[in-house]
T-cell receptor, first 116, second 112 residues
Framework: DAGVIQSPRHEVTEMGQEVTLRCKPI?????LFWYRQTMMRGLELLIY????????DSGMPEDRFSAKMPNASFSTLKIQPSEPRDSAVYFC??????????????FGDGTRLSIL | GIQVEQSPPDLILQEGANSTLRCNFS?????LQWFHQNPWGQLINLFY???GTKQNGRLSATTVATERYSLLYISSSQTTDSGVYFC??????????????FGTGTQLKVEL
């Protein structure tokens, strides 16, 4: 089975440009998570969705960040306008929730974002 | 929020050695997962282990939820075990949505 698929793998862009990161979760998973990883702050949860509905976006750093999940097989994380401090590796993960608890989270390979 | 502390922060092993990584957390949890981030940056889920003991090949994990810690055992280490090991937890609240808080990790290097 295919894992979590993220695109692009690498993105280099200039400050002020709009950046869109994409994620396809594992088929059948009903939860999707966006994380950011930096040396200074480690792995941080930005936002997560359950059944395509945003549940908790308290980790989104500011209004320049937005995320959508229009259907069960696709999500985007958008940064507009981008700033150099947004440079990081962004991960998408998915999991399947069951009545008895939660299943392991599975991560995509990440998008390495560099804002010049 | 919940605090997650991992020890040791860094570890160097000779191939074939055994090791134990520790994860302490500050509150009760209903969800604990161990991950390995390999040198290429990929994050691999090793265990979903809110309590008890599990084994997968040379790796095993034990969580003692009442004492707020988890241990990851690596036996007969190999160079492919190198990377960063993360513990991640979710507080034991009703309606939790698999919202994980990650520790700072243990950087492991296995040498020949």
């Amino acid at each position: 089975d295919a894992g979590v698929i993220q695109s692009p793998r690498h993105e280099v862009t200039e400050m002020g440009q709009e950046v869109t990161l994409r994620c396809k979760p594992i088929s059948g998973h009903n939860s999707l998570f966006w994380y950011r990883q930096t040396m200074m702050r480690g792995l941080e949860l930005l936002i997560y969705f359950n059944n395509n509905v945003p549940i908790d976006d308290s980790g989104m750093p500011e209004d320049r960040f937005s995320a959508k999940m229009p259907n069960a097989s696709f999500s985007t994380l958008k940064i507009q306008p981008s700033e150099p401090r947004d440079s990081a590796v962004y991960f998408c993960a998915s999991s399947k929730g069951t009545g008895g608890g939660w299943q392991p989270q599975h991560f995509g390979d990440g998008t390495r974002l560099s804002i010049l | 929020g919940i605090q997650v502390e991992q020890s040791p922060p860094d570890l160097i092993l000779q191939e074939g050695a055994n090791s134990t990584l520790r994860c302490n957390f500050s509150d009760s949890v209903n969800n604990l997962q161990w991950f390995h981030q390999n040198p290429w940056g990929q994050l691999i889920n090793l265990f979903y282990i809110p309590s008890g003991t599990k084994q997968n090949g040379r790796l095993s994990a034990t969580t003692v939820a009442t004492e707020r810690y988890s241990l990851l055992y690596i036996s007969s280490s190999q160079t492919t075990d190198s990377g960063v090991y993360f513990c991640a937890v979710e507080r034991g609240v009703t309606g939790g949505g698999n919202k994980l808080t990650f520790g700072t990790g243990t950087q492991l290097k296995v040498e020949l």
